[in-house]
């Protein structure tokens, strides 16, 4: 392995802000993420936006967290109503991922939950009946971040099947694939045991 080659930094944030922007934009375009639809219910109505930047935080207490633009109608209903849920979509929901990011297609409305199969979970909340997996969450903390919102949420439930997860990278929906593992010729035994 070459030990020459050197990270690229091309925009300091002292020499052009504007640029440091734009370039981190563009490299975090290549950040394949999951995707995923918050959603919340209760006495303000039910709301729900398509979300990439969602993660565990902890098994200990089982808790996750999202980040929800400012602009979203979701960001009040979520903290009206203390709870939300994530589910996590599949390869087969790039049309439910559209619709709630505001980009329907032909037919639909912008956030028309009737593009795929709802179903409450415990707190109400609703998840895609057909979802890899579905995260009931009681509201733990909000921070305000520029023009975002990160909301940490405590998992009281937990569902989901199998299936292949949407990614998105690039401003595209891709799948993942399996890829074969590296195997360095010089240093016998590297890669995976099988």
């Known amino acids: 392995m070459s030990t020459s080659v050197k990270p690229a930094v091309t925009v300091g944030l002292k ?3 504007e640029a440091l922007r734009n370039s981190f934009v563009e490299a975090m375009g290549r950040a ?3 995707v995923t639809i918050v959603g919340t219910d209760g006495p303000s109505g039910r709301y729900a936006q398509t979300v ?3 993660c565990s935080v902890t098994a200990d207490p089982t808790t996750l967290l999202v980040c929800v633009n400012r602009k979203s109608p979701l960001n ?3 903290v009206k109503h203390g709870v939300f849920s994530v589910s996590l ?3 087969q929901h790039d049309h439910v991922a559209d619709t709630f990011a505001g980009r329907p297609w032909p037919g639909k409305e912008r956030w028309d939950f009737t593009c795929g199969e709802w179903a409450p979970l415990p707190s109400g909340c609703p998840t895609l009946v057909d979802a890899l997996a579905s ?7 909000v921070v305000e971040c520029g023009t975002h919102y990160i909301y940490f949420g405590n998992v009281t439930a937990v569902g989901g099947q199998p299936g292949e997860p949407l990614t998105y990278h690039a401003r595209t929906y ?3 694939e399996p890829v074969e593992p590296s195997v ?8 995976p045991v099988r």
């Not at 995260?135 to 903390?141: G, V």
């Not at 360095?184 to 890669?191: I, N, W």
């Open 89 to 91: 979509l599949g390869r």
């Open 184 to 191: 360095f010729p010089d240093y016998p035994g590297s890669g």
């Open 135 to 141: 995260f009931d969450c009681i509201l733990r903390q």
């Open 15 to 17: 020499s052009n802000p």
């Open 76 to 78: 009040e209903a979520i």
């Open 174 to 176: 891709g799948k993942p």
């Open 32 to 34: 394949a993420t999951g």
């Open 52 to 54: 990439s930047a969602m």
